[in-house]
């Protein structure tokens, strides 16, 4: 589905991700775990094409297809979907109107809203005024509506309460399960979400670079048991010998 | 500085009144306006006004220096050119020039020494319409000056809604429009008052514009210019005298190349208690937009907010907004916030990400920034505002 070779991107002049290879397959969910300041949002945006980041070196092959000079647009009717961590707010749009520009046909605006607990939210201007959580629920509510191949989820369980994670899970498992082949791209700072949502394969980044790639479960042990500190001496050698000893 | 130099109102920008002809042709009033010409009822029902006078509850329609039409069709609505108001009511002259002065610059003295007509409208003390009423200044014939003066009442506790609408003929290319407007909300009495232009590229406009809001009042006014016009300048004002009074001032502009619109709108709060918001969103589509805004604070207990968007969608064009605060007591509660720019990257690529192409993206932001839903405007007239909206955004991107 997706293909990342030897990619480097800047944003202002600065190295934000250095030489990325990233694979993922068909019906595949990939995990990227990272603390702040990793360059995690940075591979989404420069993956969707935000003119802020530039891709300085490598490819972006998606359905077999070189997408680096594609507008996001393009990449987007492709079928490459996000959340945003933070999306901007645009006035005098109503959340209403916003989904019905970009739903698919068999969606029910009225009815999923209800579900999302985001009723009210339908008439109110695009993220104006929401709270973190409810940034998460209407940023999933449209992902939903567009209802992408490839979905990319930025910290997907940030600022949402224990309630509303369940319905975060339940949603992101509804995009992901919609058709056989859909594929996802999973941000995560603290790992909370895979108690929701299984991931396939997992990876750390650290410093704009891949550290290692690995069974999620496990590098989520070893993150938790020695911090992202760890990852920095580790070089990911536990998680490959960990691999080895399970083959 | 172009800002610099603009800061200043100059009232006669590039208007010459002795260019214009002070003579128009004699028009015939309809007593039924079904014999309005379709290119004029078109002009009027995208300015906002109906000839059938369907969900209206009384029309005024003056074409050039003739009214053609003038009818109630509420009680206790008066609807009627001002000479008839001053003959059949001697108290009008006391409201004639009652809150404008004669001699405030060559347009009020030209309204006062060369009168072309105007309405008077007047809600008698407690009545409620439930339809709006509604007033037309049509230009016909090309290269003509109109000077109109107009009296608003609404009398003690009435609460009434006037749409007014200004429009050309399709082949008017060039005139001058000069209207006086004098309201009078009076004690517990309730206006909504919604003026829509719609001129054409080569029409000066001057519009004086005063209101005196009483005891309990509530005066909003709401004004759309989106079509093209020359160069339109007016600083309307209100004076809030009676506790607890209110005034609203929304405006939605858009500037077409070539055009320069310098307009504000003015609230002195006089008395106790009073209320005062100014809300302009304008957009330069090409076209230079000086957009003031001015509160003044008088009394204990007052609180007023101004606030002013400006969007600039075209690498030519100005927008220059020029908000002031002032305030001479304490115990007050003035604001402000101003902001000028053009349309955020970060919004584009936001909903490029769903899917909209560039061109989408920004019409919805355009669409989104002129939202008029704070006017509350009738649904008919939402749907003349909608569709002047979609021809900007044609003429934008
Ligand atoms: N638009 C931007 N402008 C300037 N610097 C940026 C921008 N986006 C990201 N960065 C920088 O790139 C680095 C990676 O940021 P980011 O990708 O947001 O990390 P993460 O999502 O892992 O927290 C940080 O040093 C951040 O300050
Ligand atoms: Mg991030």
Not at chain 2, 27 to 41: C, F, T
Not at chain 2, 123 to 136: D, E, R
Not at chain 2, 285 to 299: N, P, Q, S, T
Request: charge should be positive; aromatic fraction near 6%; charged fraction near 25%.
């Amino acid at each position: 589905m997706l293909r990342i070779e030897n990619l480097s991107v800047s944003v202002s002049g600065k190295e934000v991700l250095t030489d990325i290879n990233l694979e993922i397959k068909k019906g595949e969910r990939l995990a990227v775990l990272g603390p702040n300041g990793s360059g995690k949002t940075s591979l989404l945006m420069a993956i969707m094409g935000f003119s802020d980041y530039k891709i300085t070196r490598g490819n972006i092959i998606f359905k077999g297809k070189q997408i680096n000079g594609l507008s996001i647009d393009e990449r987007a009717r492709l079928g490459m979907g996000i959340i945003f961590q933070r999306p901007p707010t645009i006035r005098g749009v109503r959340l209403r109107q916003m989904v019905n520009m970009i739903k698919h046909n068999d969606f029910d605006t009225d009815k999923e809203a209800k579900g999302f607990n985001l009723k009210g939210f339908l008439d109110r201007d695009v993220n104006l005024g929401f709270s973190g959580g409810e940034i998460k629920r209407s940023e999933l509510f449209q992902l939903l509506a567009n209802s992408p191949d490839l979905s990319f989820f930025d910290e997907p369980e940030s600022g949402v309460d224990l309630e509303n994670i369940i319905l975060v899970g339940k949603v992101m498992n509804r995009i992901l399960n919609k058709n056989k082949d859909n594929a996802g791209l999973i941000i995560t700072h603290t790992g909370y979400i895979f108690k929701y949502v299984k991931a396939d394969r997992g990876c750390v980044l650290l410093g704009g670079k891949i550290h290692c790639l690995g069974d999620p479960k496990w590098i989520l042990e070893e993150v938790t048991k020695y911090g992202y500190e760890g990852c920095i001496t580790c070089k990911g050698e536990r998680i490959t010998r960990k691999s080895r000893v399970k083959r | 500085m172009q800002g610099r130099k603009n800061n200043k109102e100059v009232p006669g920008k590039e208007v010459d009144i002795k260019s214009y002809k002070s003579k128009a042709e004699e028009k015939p009033y309809l007593e039924d306006l079904r014999e309005i010409s379709s290119d004029q009822r078109k002009n009027m029902l995208s300015a906002g006004v109906d000839p059938s006078h369907q969900g209206r509850s009384g029309t005024y329609i003056q074409i050039d220096h003739s009214v053609v039409h003038s009818k109630s069709l509420y009680p206790g609505l008066e609807v009627m050119s001002i000479t008839e108001a001053r003959k059949k009511h001697k108290w009008v002259d006391n409201y004639f020039w009652k809150i404008l002065s004669v001699d405030a610059d060559e347009f009020t003295k030209q309204a006062e020494l060369q009168p072309h007509q105007g309405y008077f409208l007047r809600a008698k003390p407690g009545v409620k319409a439930v339809y709006p009423l509604q007033a037309c200044l049509f230009l016909n014939e090309n290269n003509i000056i109109q000077n109109v003066h107009n009296i608003i009442i609404v009398e003690e506790d009435a609460d009434v809604q006037i749409i007014t609408g200004c429009a050309t003929a399709s082949d008017v290319r060039r005139g001058l429009h000069i209207g006086v407007s004098e309201f009078f909300v009076k004690k517990g009495a309730k206006l909504t008052f919604t003026m829509i232009h719609d001129w054409a590229e080569d029409v000066s406009v001057r519009p004086r514009t005063a209101a005196l809001v009483e005891e309990g009042g509530m005066f909003l006014s709401n004004y759309i210019c989106l079509k093209p016009v020359k160069n339109l300048q007016m600083y309307p004002k209100a004076e809030l005298i009676g506790r607890g009074a209110i005034a609203r001032y929304n405006s939605i502009l858009f500037a077409h190349p070539g055009a320069h619109l310098d307009v504000g709108s003015r609230v002195i709060l006089k008395s106790e208690n009073s209320r005062a918001e100014i809300i302009s969103r304008v957009v330069s589509g090409g076209g230079d937009i000086i957009a003031r805004g001015h509160l003044k604070g008088e009394a204990r207990g007052i609180k007023a907010h101004l606030e002013c968007r400006g969007l600039m969608v075209k690498k030519e064009g100005m927008i220059h907004a020029v908000p002031e605060l002032e305030g001479s007591i304490k115990d007050i509660d003035l604001s402000h916030e101003a902001a000028v720019g053009k349309i955020a990257k970060d919004e584009i690529e936001y909903l490029m990400a769903r899917g909209l192409s560039q061109s989408e993206a920004q019409v919805a932001i355009v669409r989104g920034f002129l939202d008029t839903t704070i006017m509350g405007l009738p649904l008919e007239l939402q749907k003349a505002v909608d569709d002047a909206i979609s021809a900007c955004e044609q003429d934008a991107f």
